[in-house]
């Protein structure tokens, strides 16, 4: 009968599964990097040296091999949503823009903030502000202060000083049908395309793919 009970116990040892350390080496790694002050906010690259730990035992965690990795993660979750930048001088256009915005927003899952100027100069200064993340904007051609086409040349010029890659997406907004001189303006100072104002839903949407 004893010998019966030692064969079971013998035999449940080896059947038995072996609890992994996971839980324990987490336990760890938060004491490791927990800070004194629970209030104060992490910096992105705090939050990533947090989560992003060695590999341990069974833990199959992908560890930065360098600071340029570990700031390329930090970058990534420190990303701010896309923006797209409206610029009129015409109250009730820049109302009209920005409430078609805000439903497309509300009807889709695309995330996006809006930014808008009164003129040309308060354009290239948002620009300036948002630049990595302003992907659309929508330019009205005629503005007090700096017109469009000024505020344009202006946009591009400060992508390329910053190295800014990919290049916003300019939309030069007129009362009037597209001109040849028009086209010749907006090519030279690199608007990507025209259109008659005020844009409808349509043509609204067709734009939005640029923030994909």
């Known amino acids: 009968m004893q010998s ?9 040892k080896r059947t038995s599964i072996t609890v992994q350390p996971s839980l324990q080496f987490l336990s760890a790694a938060t ?4 800070r004194p002050n629970s209030n104060t906010p992490l910096t992105p690259q705090q939050l990533a040296q947090q989560f992003v730990q060695p590999s341990s035992n069974n833990l199959n965690i992908i560890t ?11 970058s990534t979750l420190s990303k701010q949503v896309p923006k797209v930048l409206v610029a009129d001088d015409q109250e009730y ?17 695309n995330k996006f903030e809006i930014l808008v ?10 620009y300036k502000l948002h630049m990595r993340d302003v992907r659309l904007i929508l330019m009205d051609i005629q503005m007090p202060e700096m017109d469009g086409y000024e505020a344009s040349k202006c946009i591009r010029e400060i992508e390329s000083e910053n190295g800014v890659e990919p290049k916003c997406h300019i939309v030069a907004l007129s009362g ?22 005020p844009i409808n839903r349509a043509q609204l949407e067709q734009l939005m793919h640029i923030l994909n």
Not at 31 to 34: A, E, L, R, T, V
Not at 176 to 197: G, H, L
């Open 4 to 12: 019966q009970i030692n064969s079971r116990i013998l035999q449940n």
């Open 31 to 34: 004491q490791q990097n927990s």
């Open 64 to 74: 930065p091999t360098s600071n340029q990795q570990l700031n390329a993660l930090s």
């Open 93 to 109: 256009l820049v109302k009209f823009m920005v409430a078609m915005l805000e439903r497309y927003k509300l009807q889709t899952i």
């Open 117 to 126: 100027a009164h003129d040309g100069k308060q354009a290239v200064d948002l």
């Open 176 to 197: 009037e049908a597209a001109s040849p001189i028009n086209q010749r303006k907006c090519k030279q100072n690199e608007i990507n395309e025209q259109m008659v104002k």
